[in-house]
Nanobody
Framework: VQLQASGGGLVQAGGSLRLSCAASGRTFSVYSVAWFRQAPGTEREFVAAISWSFAGTNVADSVKGRFSISRDSGETTVYLQMNSLRPEDTANYYC??????????????????WGQGTLVTVSS
């Protein structure tokens, strides 16, 4: 499974961005896709995850109500809609796919494939 993240950029506080994670390869083996983020000098943080079969989502408390994760039926792209962005949302955002089994866990070690990061910078 290959993952290509895109959509990052510079935005002012209060603005919005939509990140995309395009999956290719053995996508039939994917159970869920998640977004994580990592700011310089900090640990990787779970943001949101979605079941590939639309069975459910999981969104971190730190972004709940501002971020949403989605996937259009029939597509192999997962989106992270980010609204009301804050300077503390500045980070590299990574998408990851889980193929070992069902679920939308928050631990990065529970995902099997990773894409490259896309940088989101929120100015105050």
């Amino acid at each position: 499974v290959q993952l290509q993240a895109s959509g990052g950029g510079l935005v002012q506080a209060g603005g919005s961005l939509r990140l995309s994670c395009a999956a290719s390869g053995r996508t039939f083996s994917v159970y869920s896709v998640a977004w994580f983020r990592q700011a310089p000098g900090t640990e990787r943080e779970f943001v949101a995850a979605i079941s590939w079969s639309f069975a459910g989502t999981n969104v971190a408390d730190s972004v709940k109500g501002r971020f949403s994760i989605s996937r259009d039926s029939g597509e192999t792209t997962v989106y992270l809609q980010m609204n009301s962005l804050r300077p503390e949302d500045t980070a590299n955002y990574y998408c990851a796919a889980r193929t070992r089994g069902p679920g939308v866990p928050t631990g990065g070690a529970l995902y099997d494939y990773w894409g490259q990061g896309t940088l989101v910078t929120v100015s105050s």
